[in-house]
């Protein structure tokens, strides 16, 4: 297969903190016919990374730094994607191994660098040669023939959103917040969940960074609540397709994956029921002391996005 210049990419880059809605809306995006979107969360970052939130956030969720004299091969092979990988290479192993996914993991390698040899190594050049290579390799991806924008979810990602913008001109980032009692709930249902300090710290290192990001780029950095995704899908997610130039599709208002819709976002998320009630649900499984803590700790975002309302005290 020989590689023609490419078209310009365009990248839709969802973040989210744990458990805030970020599996859930790339759900939603998931069935829109002008998307390409990845199957898995997206984790795009090496084991480069290393900065002063290195300590704070798994490598893996992070934008990708790459070895200067790296090959185009030891670039693929220093992208974590562990939710891809294993699908791919052990799929028995994968908690996605119940849906259909036909995509050989060395062919898409191949694929990469045949990308690489037009395009030539760079930060941005490899994420745009790492997503194509993906639906290159990808058999039965339901392409319809109108996809333009790619789209990737990486949790926390928001926090390299400066990185992001500053790699290219078609880069946009969505960050998704929830608000923090129903979240922290969710955590807690982990196998080994964070504390409830530990966790509010970084939903709110995430608030700071989203906030930070759009004042600074309010054409190209968005954020949406999980509860208007909820409510409402393709009301909610309207502005982004305005601002990526494509239509505002039925397809938003279900969650699917490679266009099969979802009865629910499990397991790719921790929701089940991306609904309102369930999950105000969730927050009222939290005892008064942890509602109360969290009140505490997120009080100044609690005004930010009109939660201050949502549990009463």
Not at 147 to 161: F, H, K, R
């Amino acid at each position: 297969m020989t590689m023609n210049e490419p078209q310009p990419f365009r990248l839709l880059m969802l973040s989210a903190m744990y458990e805030n809605g970020g599996n859930t809306t790339h759900r939603f995006l998931d069935g829109h016919p002008q998307l390409f979107v990845y199957p898995f969360e997206s984790q795009i970052g090496t084991r480069l990374v290393n900065d002063s939130l290195s300590s704070a956030f798994p490598v893996k969720y992070r934008w990708p730094v790459f070895a200067l004299d790296a090959s185009p091969y030891q670039d693929y092979k220093a992208i974590i994607d562990e939710e891809g990988k294993v699908r791919s290479r052990t799929p028995h192993v994968s908690k996605f191994r119940h849906m259909p996914f036909d995509m050989n993991d060395d062919e898409r390698c191949e694929l990469y660098q045949q990308h690489i040899a037009v395009t030539g190594r760079s930060g941005a050049n490899n994420v745009a040669a790492f997503f194509r290579a993906t639906f290159d390799a990808w058999k039965d991806y339901n392409r319809t023939g109108e996809e333009t924008v790619y789209v990737g979810y990486s949790p926390i990602v928001v926090v390299d959103a400066e990185k992001i913008v500053a790699a290219s001109p078609e880069h946009h980032v969505l960050h998704v917040v929830r608000n923090p009692w129903s979240a922290y709930a969710d955590t807690c249902k982990r196998p080994v969940p964070m504390s409830l300090p530990d966790y509010l710290q970084a939903w709110c290192l995430n608030q700071y960074h989203s906030l930070l990001a759009r004042e600074r780029h309010p054409g190209r950095v968005h954020i949406v609540r999980a509860e208007d995704v909820m409510a409402d899908p393709k009301r909610a997610l309207a502005p982004v397709c305005d601002a990526l130039g494509i239509e505002v599709a039925d397809s938003l208002a279900r969650p699917s994956w490679n266009g099969t819709e979802l009865e629910q976002v499990y397991p790719w998320g921790t929701i089940r029921s991306a609904t309102p009630a369930a999950n105000r649900a969730t927050a009222e499984e939290l005892s008064r002391a942890d509602r109360a803590d969290i009140r505490q700790r997120a009080w100044q975002y609690l005004d930010v996005y009109d939660y201050r309302s949502f549990l009463p005290e």
